[in-house]
Protein backbone atom coordinates (compact mmCIF):
# COMPACT_ATOMS: atom_id res chain seq x y z
CA UNK A 1 0.00 0.00 0.00
CA UNK A 2 1.39 3.35 -1.00
CA UNK A 3 2.30 5.30 1.77
CA UNK A 4 3.93 8.70 3.09
CA UNK A 5 7.79 8.25 3.65
CA UNK A 6 9.94 10.66 5.78
CA UNK A 7 13.46 11.02 6.76
CA UNK A 8 15.14 11.17 9.32
CA UNK A 9 12.76 9.71 11.97
CA UNK A 10 14.72 11.96 14.74
CA UNK A 11 17.12 14.70 13.93
CA UNK A 12 18.89 16.59 16.87
CA UNK A 13 20.01 20.04 15.57
CA UNK A 14 21.98 22.61 17.66
CA UNK A 15 20.19 26.14 18.04
CA UNK A 16 20.58 28.45 15.03
CA UNK A 17 21.84 25.57 12.75
CA UNK A 18 19.73 24.97 9.64
CA UNK A 19 17.73 21.98 9.20
CA UNK A 20 16.02 19.98 6.33
CA UNK A 21 13.66 17.31 7.07
CA UNK A 22 12.29 15.44 4.25
CA UNK A 23 9.12 13.86 2.67
CA UNK A 24 8.31 11.60 -0.12
CA UNK A 25 4.21 11.86 -0.88
CA UNK A 26 2.38 8.88 -2.38
CA UNK A 27 3.23 9.17 -6.37
CA UNK A 28 0.10 10.27 -7.96
CA UNK A 29 -0.75 12.88 -5.22
CA UNK A 30 -1.01 16.61 -6.12
CA UNK A 31 -1.64 18.30 -2.65
CA UNK A 32 1.03 18.29 0.20
CA UNK A 33 1.12 19.21 3.62
CA UNK A 34 3.86 20.08 6.79
CA UNK A 35 2.53 20.06 10.14
CA UNK A 36 3.57 20.47 13.70
CA UNK A 37 3.05 18.90 16.75
CA UNK A 38 5.07 20.11 19.77
CA UNK A 39 5.00 17.56 22.75
CA UNK A 40 2.11 17.02 24.08
CA UNK A 41 0.01 19.33 22.33
CA UNK A 42 -2.01 19.82 19.29
CA UNK A 43 -1.56 19.23 15.60
CA UNK A 44 -0.61 22.30 14.04
CA UNK A 45 -0.95 23.27 10.61
CA UNK A 46 2.30 24.63 8.92
CA UNK A 47 1.64 24.91 4.86
CA UNK A 48 0.33 23.30 2.39
CA UNK A 49 1.95 23.38 -1.09
CA UNK A 50 0.01 22.72 -4.58
CA UNK A 51 1.45 23.11 -8.29
CA UNK A 52 5.17 23.98 -7.42
CA UNK A 53 3.83 27.11 -4.86
CA UNK A 54 2.27 27.11 -1.35
CA UNK A 55 -1.24 27.44 -1.59
CA UNK A 56 -1.70 28.75 1.99
CA UNK A 57 0.49 28.83 5.28
CA UNK A 58 -0.28 29.29 9.06
CA UNK A 59 1.46 32.12 11.16
CA UNK A 60 4.02 29.65 12.60
CA UNK A 61 5.26 29.53 8.72
CA UNK A 62 7.27 32.62 9.59
CA UNK A 63 10.59 33.28 6.75
CA UNK A 64 12.41 31.12 9.24
CA UNK A 65 10.31 28.17 7.12
CA UNK A 66 10.73 27.43 3.60
CA UNK A 67 9.41 24.37 1.86
CA UNK A 68 10.65 23.22 -1.54
CA UNK A 69 9.64 20.46 -4.19
CA UNK A 70 13.04 20.10 -5.89
CA UNK A 71 12.71 16.61 -8.13
CA UNK A 72 9.00 15.58 -8.45
CA UNK A 73 9.11 13.27 -5.66
CA UNK A 74 10.27 14.83 -2.81
CA UNK A 75 8.89 17.48 -0.78
CA UNK A 76 11.59 19.27 1.71
CA UNK A 77 10.25 21.22 4.84
CA UNK A 78 13.65 23.71 5.82
CA UNK A 79 14.16 25.64 9.11
CA UNK A 80 16.69 27.92 8.29
CA UNK A 81 17.87 28.76 11.76
CA UNK A 82 16.42 26.58 14.48
CA UNK A 83 15.09 27.86 17.98
CA UNK A 84 14.64 25.64 21.05
CA UNK A 85 11.26 26.07 20.38
CA UNK A 86 11.22 24.83 17.19
CA UNK A 87 11.20 21.27 18.46
CA UNK A 88 8.43 18.96 18.03
CA UNK A 89 7.33 16.07 15.92
CA UNK A 90 7.00 16.87 11.63
CA UNK A 91 4.41 15.78 9.60
CA UNK A 92 4.23 15.42 6.12
CA UNK A 93 1.00 15.08 4.65
CA UNK A 94 -0.34 14.08 1.08
CA UNK A 95 -3.31 14.34 -0.51
CA UNK A 96 -4.94 13.60 -4.08
CA UNK A 97 -7.34 16.34 -4.22
CA UNK A 98 -7.84 19.42 -1.28
CA UNK A 99 -11.31 18.35 -0.64
CA UNK A 100 -13.42 15.62 0.14
CA UNK A 101 -10.19 13.41 1.17
CA UNK A 102 -8.12 12.63 3.99
CA UNK A 103 -4.63 13.34 4.26
CA UNK A 104 -2.30 10.69 4.59
CA UNK A 105 0.31 11.10 7.44
CA UNK A 106 3.81 10.36 7.38
CA UNK A 107 5.17 8.21 10.56
CA UNK A 108 6.87 11.96 11.19
CA UNK A 109 10.38 13.47 12.08
CA UNK A 110 11.27 14.45 15.70
CA UNK A 111 13.13 17.18 15.54
CA UNK A 112 15.28 18.02 18.64
CA UNK A 113 17.17 21.49 19.22
CA UNK A 114 19.28 21.98 22.23
CA UNK B 1 -12.93 28.75 8.26
CA UNK B 2 -13.28 25.82 10.07
CA UNK B 3 -12.21 24.91 13.73
CA UNK B 4 -12.42 21.80 16.06
CA UNK B 5 -13.13 21.49 19.62
CA UNK B 6 -12.75 18.08 21.18
CA UNK B 7 -14.50 18.61 24.63
CA UNK B 8 -12.50 16.25 26.87
CA UNK B 9 -9.21 16.25 26.76
CA UNK B 10 -8.41 12.96 28.96
CA UNK B 11 -10.91 9.72 28.61
CA UNK B 12 -10.28 7.36 31.33
CA UNK B 13 -12.18 4.37 30.44
CA UNK B 14 -11.72 0.54 32.17
CA UNK B 15 -11.29 -2.36 29.58
CA UNK B 16 -14.39 -3.81 28.02
CA UNK B 17 -15.70 -1.09 28.76
CA UNK B 18 -17.92 1.57 26.19
CA UNK B 19 -15.98 5.35 25.20
CA UNK B 20 -17.57 8.37 23.60
CA UNK B 21 -15.13 11.22 22.18
CA UNK B 22 -17.12 14.02 21.72
CA UNK B 23 -15.87 16.72 18.94
CA UNK B 24 -17.86 19.32 17.64
CA UNK B 25 -17.16 21.33 14.60
CA UNK B 26 -17.92 24.87 13.06
CA UNK B 27 -17.57 26.00 9.54
CA UNK B 28 -19.30 28.37 7.09
CA UNK B 29 -19.17 26.02 4.61
CA UNK B 30 -19.88 22.07 3.74
CA UNK B 31 -16.96 19.86 5.50
CA UNK B 32 -15.47 16.55 5.61
CA UNK B 33 -14.64 14.72 8.85
CA UNK B 34 -12.48 13.02 9.85
CA UNK B 35 -11.05 10.83 12.66
CA UNK B 36 -7.01 10.07 13.37
CA UNK B 37 -5.73 8.68 15.88
CA UNK B 38 -1.83 8.68 17.44
CA UNK B 39 -0.97 5.77 19.27
CA UNK B 40 2.30 6.49 21.82
CA UNK B 41 5.67 7.61 19.99
CA UNK B 42 3.97 7.26 16.15
CA UNK B 43 2.16 9.05 13.52
CA UNK B 44 -1.24 9.11 12.48
CA UNK B 45 -3.49 6.53 11.36
CA UNK B 46 -6.95 7.64 10.03
CA UNK B 47 -9.77 5.66 11.75
CA UNK B 48 -12.60 6.32 10.05
CA UNK B 49 -14.32 9.50 7.82
CA UNK B 50 -17.17 10.94 6.91
CA UNK B 51 -17.29 12.48 3.29
CA UNK B 52 -21.29 12.32 2.66
CA UNK B 53 -23.98 9.73 2.32
CA UNK B 54 -24.95 7.79 5.28
CA UNK B 55 -24.10 9.57 8.89
CA UNK B 56 -23.03 6.46 10.65
CA UNK B 57 -19.60 5.37 9.46
CA UNK B 58 -17.60 2.73 10.80
CA UNK B 59 -14.01 2.50 11.10
CA UNK B 60 -10.92 0.26 11.53
CA UNK B 61 -10.85 -1.70 15.11
CA UNK B 62 -14.30 -1.04 15.71
CA UNK B 63 -14.49 2.61 16.35
CA UNK B 64 -17.38 4.11 14.59
CA UNK B 65 -19.11 7.72 14.64
CA UNK B 66 -22.16 9.85 13.86
CA UNK B 67 -22.10 12.89 11.79
CA UNK B 68 -24.84 15.27 13.25
CA UNK B 69 -25.19 18.54 10.95
CA UNK B 70 -27.60 19.97 13.20
CA UNK B 71 -25.44 19.73 16.27
CA UNK B 72 -22.01 20.02 14.43
CA UNK B 73 -21.07 17.00 16.23
CA UNK B 74 -18.74 14.34 15.15
CA UNK B 75 -18.75 11.83 18.32
CA UNK B 76 -16.81 8.72 17.95
CA UNK B 77 -18.00 5.57 20.03
CA UNK B 78 -17.18 2.08 20.69
CA UNK B 79 -18.61 -0.66 22.48
CA UNK B 80 -15.79 -2.44 23.79
CA UNK B 81 -12.28 -0.89 24.76
CA UNK B 82 -9.35 -2.88 24.44
CA UNK B 83 -5.72 -2.26 26.20
CA UNK B 84 -4.92 -1.40 22.81
CA UNK B 85 -7.02 1.43 22.04
CA UNK B 86 -4.95 3.56 24.87
CA UNK B 87 -3.77 6.14 22.55
CA UNK B 88 -4.39 9.80 21.55
CA UNK B 89 -7.76 10.79 19.35
CA UNK B 90 -7.79 13.79 16.84
CA UNK B 91 -10.97 15.12 15.48
CA UNK B 92 -10.57 16.85 12.25
CA UNK B 93 -12.26 18.77 9.58
CA UNK B 94 -11.29 20.10 6.24
CA UNK B 95 -13.72 22.37 3.86
CA UNK B 96 -10.85 23.29 1.01
CA UNK B 97 -7.65 22.76 1.73
CA UNK B 98 -5.86 21.99 5.04
CA UNK B 99 -6.80 19.57 7.77
CA UNK B 100 -8.09 21.73 10.85
CA UNK B 101 -7.63 19.26 14.00
CA UNK B 102 -8.46 19.62 17.53
CA UNK B 103 -6.95 19.40 20.79
CA UNK B 104 -6.67 15.92 20.94
CA UNK B 105 -8.48 13.44 23.69
CA UNK B 106 -6.25 10.75 25.76
CA UNK B 107 -7.85 7.67 25.93
CA UNK B 108 -6.23 5.79 28.38
CA UNK B 109 -8.11 2.35 28.97
CA UNK B 110 -6.93 0.14 32.42
CA UNK B 111 -7.58 -3.47 33.45
Known amino acids: EPEVTQTPSHQVTQMGQEVILRCVPISNHLYFYWYRQILGQKVEFLVS????????KSEIFDDQFSVERPDGSNFTLKIRSTKLEDSAMYFCASSPRDMNTEAFFGQGTRLTVV | AQSVTQLDSQVPVFEEAPVELRCNYS??????LFWYVQYPNQGLQLLLK??????LVKGINGFEAEFNKSQTSFHLRKPSVHISDTAEYFC?????????FGAGTQVVVTP
Open chain 2, 92 to 100: AVRGWGKLQ
Open chain 2, 27 to 32: SSVSVY
Open chain 1, 49 to 56: FYNNEISE
Open chain 2, 50 to 55: YLSGST
